[in-house]
């Protein structure tokens, strides 16, 4: 089992920047795509941004791209979301997700690990 611990949210105005960090512990070793999922109240989990931990190779979810930026230190099996420019549309709780065979990383499927989440609030 690995456990999935989220920090960073918080408040901003539109325009504002956060940084989420997910750190993972327990058994790690599976885990080959990390990322970070978003939900608003009303609205399906969306996928906002994946990195597959080996190759770094990165995904964004359209309505992100340009904005946000994951990374991973992979000595901390820390992933970390570096969001800016926020807009009103980016609230959510946002979600940190580990799998390891993941058919479409921007999907849910294959991610078996989730953290508790942590709320971005955007003020207009």
């Known amino acids: 089992q690995a456990q999935l611990v989220e920090s960073g949210g918080g408040s901003v105005q539109t325009g504002g920047s956060l940084r989420l960090s997910c750190a993972a512990s327990g058994y790690t070793y599976s885990i080959n795509y990390m990322g970070w999922f978003r939900q608003a109240p009303g609205k399906e989990r969306e996928g906002v941004a994946v990195?597959?931990?080996?190759?770094?190779?990165?995904y964004y979810a359209d309505s992100v791209q340009g904005r946000f930026t994951i990374s991973r230190d992979n000595a901390k099996n820390t992933v970390y979301l570096q969001m800016n420019s926020l807009k009103p549309e980016d609230a959510a709780m946002y979600y940190c997700?580990?799998?390891?065979?993941?058919?479409?990383?921007?999907?849910?499927?294959?991610?078996?690990?989730w953290g508790q989440g942590t709320q971005v609030t955007v003020s207009s």
């Open positions: 990195i597959r931990i080996g190759r770094g190779t990165t």
């Open positions: 997700a580990a799998g390891s065979r993941v058919p479409l990383p921007l999907q849910r499927d294959g991610y078996y690990y």
